[in-house]
Protein backbone atom coordinates (compact mmCIF):
# COMPACT_ATOMS: atom_id res chain seq x y z
CA UNK A 1 0.00 0.00 0.00
CA UNK A 2 1.17 3.37 -0.91
CA UNK A 3 2.35 6.28 2.25
CA UNK A 4 -0.92 8.28 2.35
CA UNK A 5 -0.01 11.87 3.24
CA UNK A 6 -2.35 13.99 5.49
CA UNK A 7 -0.98 17.72 5.60
CA UNK A 8 -2.35 20.95 6.20
CA UNK A 9 -1.88 24.98 4.82
CA UNK A 10 -2.86 27.34 7.61
CA UNK A 11 -3.17 29.64 4.89
CA UNK A 12 -3.08 33.35 6.34
CA UNK A 13 -3.62 31.95 10.08
CA UNK A 14 -1.98 31.58 13.18
CA UNK A 15 0.08 34.46 15.29
CA UNK A 16 3.61 32.62 16.48
CA UNK A 17 1.75 31.89 19.83
CA UNK A 18 -0.28 29.89 18.18
CA UNK A 19 1.84 28.43 15.71
CA UNK A 20 4.03 27.34 18.44
CA UNK A 21 1.17 25.84 20.29
CA UNK A 22 0.14 23.56 17.41
CA UNK A 23 3.23 22.53 16.89
CA UNK A 24 4.38 21.58 20.55
CA UNK A 25 1.10 20.42 20.47
CA UNK A 26 1.95 17.79 17.52
CA UNK A 27 5.36 17.08 18.85
CA UNK A 28 4.16 15.91 21.90
CA UNK A 29 1.46 13.59 20.00
CA UNK A 30 3.98 11.90 17.08
CA UNK A 31 3.70 8.63 18.87
CA UNK A 32 -0.09 8.36 17.69
CA UNK A 33 0.87 9.15 13.70
CA UNK A 34 -0.26 5.79 12.58
CA UNK A 35 2.41 3.89 10.03
CA UNK A 36 2.20 4.16 6.77
CA UNK A 37 1.06 8.60 7.15
CA UNK A 38 3.19 10.92 5.66
CA UNK A 39 2.27 14.30 7.81
CA UNK A 40 3.03 17.79 6.56
CA UNK A 41 2.26 21.21 8.03
CA UNK A 42 2.55 24.29 5.88
CA UNK A 43 2.30 27.62 7.86
CA UNK A 44 2.91 30.62 7.06
CA UNK A 45 6.23 32.27 6.11
CA UNK A 46 6.62 33.88 9.46
CA UNK A 47 6.21 31.18 11.25
CA UNK A 48 8.74 28.35 9.28
CA UNK A 49 11.28 28.85 11.63
CA UNK A 50 9.94 28.71 14.80
CA UNK A 51 7.89 25.30 13.29
CA UNK A 52 11.34 23.46 12.29
CA UNK A 53 12.81 24.53 15.80
CA UNK A 54 9.29 22.79 17.59
CA UNK A 55 9.77 19.74 15.48
CA UNK A 56 13.12 19.16 15.18
CA UNK A 57 15.69 18.69 11.95
CA UNK A 58 14.48 14.85 11.81
CA UNK A 59 10.74 15.23 12.24
CA UNK A 60 8.68 12.70 10.46
CA UNK A 61 6.51 15.70 9.72
CA UNK A 62 7.22 17.26 6.84
CA UNK A 63 7.35 21.03 6.62
CA UNK A 64 6.50 23.53 3.69
CA UNK A 65 5.76 26.48 2.40
CA UNK A 66 2.76 27.79 0.56
CA UNK A 67 4.58 29.63 -2.39
CA UNK A 68 7.88 30.34 -3.55
CA UNK A 69 9.41 32.54 -6.29
CA UNK A 70 10.95 30.83 -9.42
CA UNK A 71 14.29 32.59 -9.21
CA UNK A 72 17.12 31.73 -6.28
CA UNK A 73 17.61 35.24 -5.68
CA UNK A 74 17.63 38.76 -7.08
CA UNK A 75 14.80 42.64 -6.89
CA UNK A 76 11.71 40.37 -6.39
CA UNK A 77 10.00 43.01 -3.95
CA UNK A 78 7.84 40.16 -1.51
CA UNK A 79 8.72 37.50 -2.57
CA UNK A 80 10.61 34.33 -1.01
CA UNK A 81 12.90 32.01 -2.66
CA UNK A 82 13.24 28.28 -2.85
CA UNK A 83 16.61 28.25 -1.59
CA UNK A 84 15.53 30.87 1.18
CA UNK A 85 12.83 28.26 1.97
CA UNK A 86 15.24 25.71 2.51
CA UNK A 87 17.41 27.28 4.41
CA UNK A 88 14.24 28.20 6.86
CA UNK A 89 13.67 24.53 6.91
CA UNK A 90 11.11 24.04 4.68
CA UNK A 91 10.96 20.38 2.21
CA UNK A 92 7.87 21.21 0.12
CA UNK A 93 6.55 24.48 -1.73
CA UNK A 94 3.31 24.39 -2.32
CA UNK A 95 2.69 25.65 -5.96
CA UNK A 96 -0.04 26.89 -7.59
CA UNK A 97 -3.25 26.55 -5.04
CA UNK A 98 -6.41 28.33 -6.53
CA UNK A 99 -6.31 31.27 -4.49
CA UNK A 100 -2.78 32.50 -5.92
CA UNK A 101 -4.04 31.63 -9.32
CA UNK A 102 -7.10 33.91 -8.43
CA UNK A 103 -5.83 36.67 -6.54
CA UNK A 104 -2.12 36.72 -7.35
CA UNK A 105 -1.75 35.60 -10.79
CA UNK A 106 -0.45 32.51 -10.71
CA UNK A 107 -0.48 30.97 -14.27
CA UNK A 108 0.48 27.57 -15.51
CA UNK A 109 3.75 28.79 -16.64
CA UNK A 110 4.77 30.19 -13.12
CA UNK A 111 3.33 26.66 -11.69
CA UNK A 112 5.88 25.11 -14.03
CA UNK A 113 8.91 27.93 -13.50
CA UNK A 114 8.20 27.28 -9.51
CA UNK A 115 7.78 22.80 -9.83
CA UNK A 116 11.44 23.32 -11.70
CA UNK A 117 12.79 25.62 -9.07
CA UNK A 118 11.84 22.96 -6.17
CA UNK A 119 13.03 20.37 -7.77
CA UNK A 120 16.53 21.87 -8.38
CA UNK A 121 17.06 22.23 -4.95
CA UNK A 122 15.70 19.10 -3.71
CA UNK A 123 12.29 20.33 -2.12
CA UNK A 124 9.09 18.31 -2.86
CA UNK A 125 6.74 20.64 -4.97
CA UNK A 126 2.92 20.17 -3.99
CA UNK A 127 1.29 21.43 -6.82
CA UNK A 128 -2.35 21.96 -6.24
CA UNK A 129 -4.68 21.72 -9.36
CA UNK A 130 -8.44 22.50 -9.65
CA UNK A 131 -11.36 23.80 -11.61
CA UNK A 132 -14.19 26.08 -10.93
CA UNK A 133 -17.87 25.49 -10.81
CA UNK A 134 -18.36 26.82 -14.00
CA UNK A 135 -15.78 24.30 -15.56
CA UNK A 136 -17.45 21.78 -13.49
CA UNK A 137 -20.92 22.79 -14.43
CA UNK A 138 -19.73 22.47 -18.27
CA UNK A 139 -18.80 18.83 -17.83
CA UNK A 140 -14.77 19.71 -18.52
CA UNK A 141 -13.62 19.12 -14.90
CA UNK A 142 -10.98 16.46 -16.17
CA UNK A 143 -9.73 18.08 -19.06
CA UNK A 144 -9.24 21.17 -17.30
CA UNK A 145 -6.64 19.83 -14.53
CA UNK A 146 -5.07 17.36 -17.10
CA UNK A 147 -4.24 20.54 -18.60
CA UNK A 148 -3.55 22.36 -15.92
CA UNK A 149 -0.72 19.37 -14.28
CA UNK A 150 0.51 18.66 -17.55
CA UNK A 151 1.29 22.36 -18.39
CA UNK A 152 3.15 22.65 -14.86
CA UNK A 153 4.84 19.29 -15.42
CA UNK A 154 6.29 19.94 -19.10
CA UNK A 155 9.88 18.54 -19.58
CA UNK A 156 10.07 16.51 -16.19
CA UNK A 157 12.12 13.39 -16.20
CA UNK A 158 10.10 10.23 -14.84
CA UNK A 159 12.47 10.74 -11.94
CA UNK A 160 12.11 14.59 -11.44
CA UNK A 161 8.14 13.21 -11.47
CA UNK A 162 8.38 10.96 -8.74
CA UNK A 163 9.23 13.73 -6.56
CA UNK A 164 6.06 15.23 -6.91
CA UNK A 165 2.97 15.67 -4.94
CA UNK A 166 -0.54 16.76 -6.75
CA UNK A 167 -3.19 17.82 -5.07
CA UNK A 168 -6.36 17.77 -6.67
CA UNK A 169 -8.76 20.76 -5.06
CA UNK A 170 -11.74 21.92 -6.86
CA UNK A 171 -12.74 25.65 -6.15
CA UNK A 172 -16.17 25.33 -5.92
CA UNK A 173 -15.29 22.83 -2.90
CA UNK A 174 -12.69 24.51 -1.16
CA UNK A 175 -13.47 27.19 1.93
CA UNK A 176 -16.08 28.90 3.72
CA UNK A 177 -17.69 29.42 0.70
CA UNK A 178 -16.91 25.91 -1.21
CA UNK A 179 -19.35 23.17 -0.54
CA UNK A 180 -18.36 19.39 0.17
CA UNK A 181 -17.61 17.06 -2.56
CA UNK A 182 -19.48 14.33 -2.89
CA UNK A 183 -17.49 10.95 -4.00
CA UNK A 184 -19.55 10.87 -6.75
CA UNK A 185 -18.17 14.02 -8.38
CA UNK A 186 -14.91 13.05 -7.77
CA UNK A 187 -14.49 9.14 -9.36
CA UNK A 188 -13.74 10.78 -12.17
CA UNK A 189 -11.54 13.28 -11.83
CA UNK A 190 -9.74 11.05 -9.96
CA UNK A 191 -9.67 7.98 -12.55
CA UNK A 192 -8.26 10.75 -15.35
CA UNK A 193 -5.55 11.72 -12.70
CA UNK A 194 -4.59 8.25 -11.88
CA UNK A 195 -4.37 6.91 -15.11
CA UNK A 196 -1.83 9.77 -15.86
CA UNK A 197 0.27 9.82 -13.05
CA UNK A 198 -0.82 6.63 -10.21
CA UNK A 199 2.76 5.24 -9.49
CA UNK A 200 4.58 8.28 -11.28
CA UNK A 201 4.09 10.81 -8.95
CA UNK A 202 5.36 10.65 -4.92
CA UNK A 203 0.87 11.29 -4.46
CA UNK A 204 -2.20 12.24 -5.35
CA UNK A 205 -4.05 13.86 -3.11
CA UNK A 206 -7.70 15.65 -2.49
CA UNK A 207 -8.28 18.67 -0.80
CA UNK A 208 -11.34 20.83 -0.26
CA UNK A 209 -13.77 21.04 2.67
CA UNK A 210 -12.17 17.78 4.08
CA UNK A 211 -14.14 17.18 7.57
CA UNK A 212 -13.80 14.26 9.79
CA UNK A 213 -17.28 12.88 8.57
CA UNK A 214 -15.85 12.78 4.98
CA UNK A 215 -11.81 11.83 5.25
CA UNK A 216 -12.47 8.51 5.16
CA UNK A 217 -14.94 8.13 2.40
CA UNK A 218 -12.27 10.45 0.55
CA UNK A 219 -9.50 8.20 1.44
CA UNK A 220 -11.51 5.46 -0.25
CA UNK A 221 -11.52 6.75 -4.03
CA UNK A 222 -9.60 5.10 -6.27
CA UNK A 223 -6.26 6.50 -6.70
CA UNK A 224 -6.03 8.81 -3.96
CA UNK A 225 -3.12 9.07 -1.48
CA UNK A 226 -3.93 11.40 0.66
CA UNK A 227 -5.20 14.80 1.95
CA UNK A 228 -4.65 18.23 1.65
CA UNK A 229 -6.66 20.35 4.52
CA UNK A 230 -7.42 23.82 5.24
CA UNK A 231 -9.95 24.36 8.57
CA UNK A 232 -10.32 20.64 9.96
CA UNK A 233 -6.82 20.75 10.60
CA UNK A 234 -5.93 23.95 12.19
CA UNK A 235 -7.35 23.10 15.11
CA UNK A 236 -4.65 19.94 16.35
CA UNK A 237 -7.69 17.65 17.58
CA UNK A 238 -8.61 17.67 13.99
CA UNK A 239 -5.56 16.87 12.58
CA UNK A 240 -4.87 14.06 14.92
CA UNK A 241 -8.11 12.92 14.14
CA UNK A 242 -7.37 12.92 10.67
CA UNK A 243 -4.07 11.39 11.13
CA UNK A 244 -5.81 8.93 12.88
CA UNK A 245 -8.66 8.12 9.99
CA UNK A 246 -5.87 7.83 7.75
CA UNK A 247 -4.26 4.94 9.67
CA UNK A 248 -7.17 3.04 9.90
CA UNK A 249 -7.63 3.27 6.02
P1 LIG B 1 -10.47 23.79 3.39
O1 LIG B 1 -10.15 22.41 3.90
O2 LIG B 1 -10.59 24.81 4.47
O3 LIG B 1 -11.65 23.79 2.44
O4 LIG B 1 -9.20 24.26 2.52
C1 LIG B 1 -8.66 23.37 1.60
C2 LIG B 1 -7.44 23.96 1.01
O5 LIG B 1 -7.48 24.88 0.25
C3 LIG B 1 -6.15 23.38 1.43
O6 LIG B 1 -5.12 23.95 0.69
Not at 12 to 32: C, F, Q
Not at 94 to 104: D, K, M, P, T
Not at 168 to 181: C, L
Request: glycine residues 12%.
Amino acid sequence: MSTLWVGTSWKMTKTLTEARAWAEGLREHLDTVPDGVQPFVIPSFTATTTVREILGEDSPVLLGVQNAHWEDTGAWTGEVSVPQAKDAGAQIVEIGHSERREHFGETVETTRLKVAAALRHGLTPLLCIGESAGVKEAGGSSAFILEQAAGALEGLSEEELARVVIAYEPIWAIGEKGRPATVEELVEPFAALGAEYTRRVAGLLYGGSVNLGNAADLLGIDHVTGLFVGRTAWELEGYLELLAIAGRS
